[in-house]
């Protein structure tokens, strides 16, 4: 009923910046908090960077000042903005949403939503 789709991942070498989005589509009534998530070979999901419907940020200290995470709620898409980029940031990236529907007998619906993951691959 609802979905998230990422875009943007791919090879960058050390140093470089790379840019992802993150679309949601479906009978979208809103979209509470939206996130970044990442998953290195061997290692488990991590949080990256969240962002409010109100816009209040927050970051994993590994990624504090390198990383910028925004919203535009007209569009439902989140952005994750990476610069000076390092090789242990490789990982796949998991878009998350909570994203509320509302059907015509105005019953609304909660569902936890992740994206299918794109890998961002940094090269020392």
């Known amino acids: 009923q609802v979905q998230l789709v990422e875009s943007g991942g791919g090879l960058v070498q050390a140093g470089g910046s790379l840019s992802l989005s993150c679309a949601a589509s479906?009978?979208?009534?809103?979209?509470?908090?939206m996130g970044w998530y990442r998953q290195a070979p061997g290692k488990q999901r991590e949080l990256a960077a969240t962002?409010?419907?109100?816009?209040?940020?927050n970051y994993a200290d590994s990624v504090k000042g390198r990383f910028t995470i925004t919203r535009d709620n007209a569009k439902n898409t989140v952005y994750l903005q990476m610069s000076s980029l390092k090789p242990e940031d490789t990982a796949v990236y998991y878009c998350?949403?909570?994203?509320?529907?509302?059907?015509?007998?105005?019953?609304?619906?909660?569902?936890?939503?992740w994206g299918q993951g794109t890998l961002v691959t940094v090269a020392s």
């Open positions: 998350n949403g909570g994203i509320i529907t509302k059907d015509a007998r105005s019953n609304y619906r909660y569902f936890d939503t």
């Open positions: 479906g009978n979208i009534f809103k979209i509470n908090t």
């Open positions: 962002i409010t419907n109100e816009g209040n940020t």
